[in-house]
């Protein structure tokens, strides 16, 4: 067991970081060449300040009119990103990982409010899975993977709170969080995780378009 | 369950017969072209990072018409029809080309509303057109929408009128507007104007006194202005909808190469939303120009400019209570709202705004070539906006303010059907009413 967690919280770290950062690479480079050289004329109308604009726009609160009239789902939209993108990088544990690695080290977040984070994760996905089987809307258009990549983000704030409260297996578990970890860093560049990346670029080219040609906001 | 639930299967010759000859063959080696050779990034990024929250539904008329049935909501039919197309590599049925074009050309407006609902800016319309495009190029096309652009092919018009019949409509419109204004001429051919002005050709077909109404707004302001003698007179451009890009091209060059010709300083366009779609955004695009190749304006600015400038005078006013309906390609096209509120505010003080307004407007459920579509489709789009009916009557206003011939198309059917008991105005119409008139025969 204990080779096993060498490996996934060693070189493994490697491979699953690669396999996001250059996939995330690769990604727009292949979106952008692929569209200078069939829609050249979007970076003709692109424009950096529209472009901004649009991004920050949507990334604020109820800035939109869309997000105003859904305000719950706007409140859990947030909630979740924000944790989601917070506890990996600033919880205890993981940074002490990266000091004993590399001796680099930054601000943590109280235990507490890391827990608090995670269960907030959770709750969104809960709230996400339970949106596509109630709401029609969503229900009709919902597939099979868009549940499985809710899964892979759920697993490891899961595992990672089982570990915690040393629920089962406390190594086992340690191991099914790394692995969980490196699951979803590897899906990113895959599946619709990629919103990511995807989100500023389409942003980018809607906001030129709308604010830049059509003279009318886009949001 | 209301009434719009209960629709059935319309037969339309284009689409039942266009897809009888289809083979499994055929179908799929066109999807793959337009798929992978004809459009790039931009579709592949949208459909790729749709999430599926299903955000963009509310945005639909059709949807929200249609008692909140998924089937119309955006994402919806980008599933019913992209998503199927792509995953399955293309490999799909006669049976399911006839209900894309279904969904393509008479469910959706290409109105854009939902661009503005969604996170990520996914754009449906756009998505659809690529729908369209396929289907074009697969010979499934609705059969009046595909009459109209046989008539652009033929004619470069899209109501098959003849060249002669065009200037005998415009020296008609004089005539007339002669007895009103007895030195007033449309100046035909006239070489070296300020303006040319460009119709769509339903204008000279059945709406001949909106020509009557623009000439006398002309002679009013003093304009120094002209009409093409011959083909590019009509700005119209139904191949944009029915995905015949190689013919949209042909006919927005017309049109251009017919102002050049002329050697006109803009043209300026009657009060129609997609012809200037037409000519801002898709047309000039496929002709290679970034933006338009010659300044084109459309009225709403054209008539902005003349009261700013005084040109135009206010002479009376409209007292009844009066709403605007913002045209999606004027709106969310090109940002006109405000100035098509100042000249309406002009002439309408009495004015109420109807809610959603101004980009966030409700689509006449006319446009994107759905009422071009025709009489068998009529239906589709009348019971699938019944939530502009009930916006409408919200405002308890008596005259709609729609600077749009489509829009006027789709809300007379909207405002029949359901007893809204509206009348339905022009720009045009209110400032021929209500502007002063020096030199005319009282």
């Known amino acids: 067991m204990h080779t096993v967690y060498i490996f996934l919280t060693g070189p493994m770290v490697w491979v699953s970081l690669l396999i996001l950062v250059f996939g995330l690479i690769g990604k727009f480079i292949y979106l952008t060449s692929m569209a200078k050289k069939r829609d050249p004329w979007i970076f003709n109308y692109f424009q950096f300040k529209y472009a901004i604009k649009s991004i920050l726009i949507w990334l604020v609160p109820f800035a939109t009119m869309n997000m105003r009239r859904n305000p719950v789902m706007t409140v859990v939209t947030f909630v979740f990103h924000i944790c989601l993108i917070i506890v990996p990088i600033f919880a205890l544990a993981h940074v002490i990982m990266w000091e004993e690695a590399w001796g680099i080290s930054w601000w943590t977040l109280p235990e507490t409010v890391a827990v608090t984070m995670s269960f907030l994760v959770l709750g969104g996905i809960l709230f996400f899975i339970i949106r596509r089987m109630k709401l029609p809307e969503a229900r009709y258009v919902t597939r099979v993977q868009d549940y499985f990549i809710l899964l892979i983000v759920a697993l490891p704030f899961l595992t990672g709170l089982l570990a915690y409260y040393q629920i089962f297996n406390y190594q086992l578990m340690i191991i099914l969080h790394v692995a969980a970890g490196h699951i979803m860093l590897i899906a990113i560049p895959f599946t619709w995780l990629s919103h990511l990346l995807l989100f500023p670029m389409l942003r980018g080219y809607v906001g030129s378009e709308f604010q830049g040609v059509r003279n009318v906001k886009d949001w | ?442």
């Open chain 2, 1 to 442: 369950m209301s009434e719009a639930a209960t629709a059935a299967k319309i037969e339309d010759p284009g689409l039942d017969q266009g897809v009888e000859k289809l083979t499994r063959d055929q179908i799929q080696s066109t999807i793959l072209k337009v798929v992978n050779q004809e459009n790039s990034a931009r579709l592949r990024a949208m459909v790729g990072t749709c999430v599926s929250c299903g955000l963009c539904s509310e945005a639909c008329h059709y949807f929200m018409s249609y008692d909140r049935n998924p089937y119309y909501a955006p994402v919806g039919k980008v599933k019913e029809t992209l998503w199927e197309m792509m995953s399955r590599n293309g490999m799909v049925s006669k049976e399911f080309i006839r209900r894309a074009a279904t969904t393509a050309y008479t469910e959706c407006n290409l109105c854009k509303r939902c661009v503005h609902f969604c996170p990520f800016g996914i754009d449906t319309a756009y998505l659809m057109t690529v729908v369209r495009r396929i289907c074009h190029l697969l010979g499934v096309t609705p059969q009046y929408l595909q009459d109209t652009c046989h008539s652009h092919s033929a004619t470069f018009n899209q109501m098959w009128v003849k060249d002669d019949e065009w200037i005998d409509s415009l020296q008609w419109q004089e005539e007339e507007a002669r007895d009103e204004f007895p030195g007033l001429r449309i100046p035909l051919d006239k070489e070296g104007s300020d303006i040319m002005y460009s119709v769509i050709a339903p204008e000279p077909k059945f709406r001949a006194q909106l020509i009557y109404q623009a000439a006398a707004i002309f002679q009013v302001a003093g304009s120094d202005w002209t009409m093409p003698a011959t083909p590019g007179w009509d700005n119209s451009d139904m191949a944009m909808f029915s995905g015949d890009a190689e013919m949209m091209g042909r006919l927005k060059k017309k049109h251009y190469e017919a102002a050049r010709r002329l050697r006109v300083k803009k043209i300026v366009m009657g009060e129609c939303g997609h012809a200037y779609r037409s000519v801002y955004d898709m047309g000039n695009r496929w002709l290679g120009f970034k933006d338009m190749p010659i300044p084109i304006i459309h009225a709403i600015q054209f008539y902005c400019e003349l009261l700013r400038a005084g040109k135009i005078k206010v002479a009376s006013r409209i007292t009844e209570l009066c709403t605007f309906h913002d045209p999606c390609n004027t709106v969310r096209g090109m940002g006109l709202h405000e100035m098509g509120r100042e000249v309406a505010r002009a002439f309408c003080p009495n004015m109420v705004e109807m809610h959603p307004n101004r980009e966030h407007n409700y689509c006449c459920c006319a446009g994107g070539g759905v009422i071009n579509c025709g009489p068998p489709h009529k239906m589709t789009r009348v019971l699938g906006n019944r939530i502009k009916a009930e916006q409408l009557k919200a405002t308890g206003a008596k005259i709609i303010v729609a600077p749009c011939h489509n829009c006027h198309g789709g809300l007379e059917d909207i405002v029949h059907h359901y007893k809204l008991n509206m009348k339905i105005k022009f720009l045009g119409d209110i400032i021929y009413e209500h502007m002063q008139k020096p030199g005319a025969v009282e």
